[in-house]
């Protein structure tokens, strides 16, 4: 539990401090609404399908991007 608390605490310092990271925690936030835009939609076409594919992707891709500046922070930190 006490790993969790380091980790929120990070990230929030990072959202305070780091702009790259800031932006990235945007980016991801946008991604999880629009993929719930298209979850909730009473009938999903295949474009729905295809564009909810692609958007995970980009979140993924920015989620990977956002742990990694945790690892270079918590590196250097430790250093």
């Not at 990070?10 to 609404?33: G, I, N, P």
């Not at 692609?54 to 991007?65: E, G, N, T, W």
């Amino acid at each position: 539990m006490e790993n969790h608390t380091q980790d929120e605490s990070l990230k929030a310092h990072l959202m305070a401090s780091d702009e790259r990271y800031r932006s990235l925690a945007q980016q991801h936030t946008k991604y999880c609404r629009l993929i719930d835009e298209i979850e909730t939609k009473a009938r999903v076409t295949p474009e729905d399908e295809l564009e909810e594919h692609r958007l995970k992707k980009l979140k993924l891709s920015v989620k990977d991007q956002m742990n990694q500046i945790i690892a270079q922070y918590k590196h250097t930190s430790v250093s």
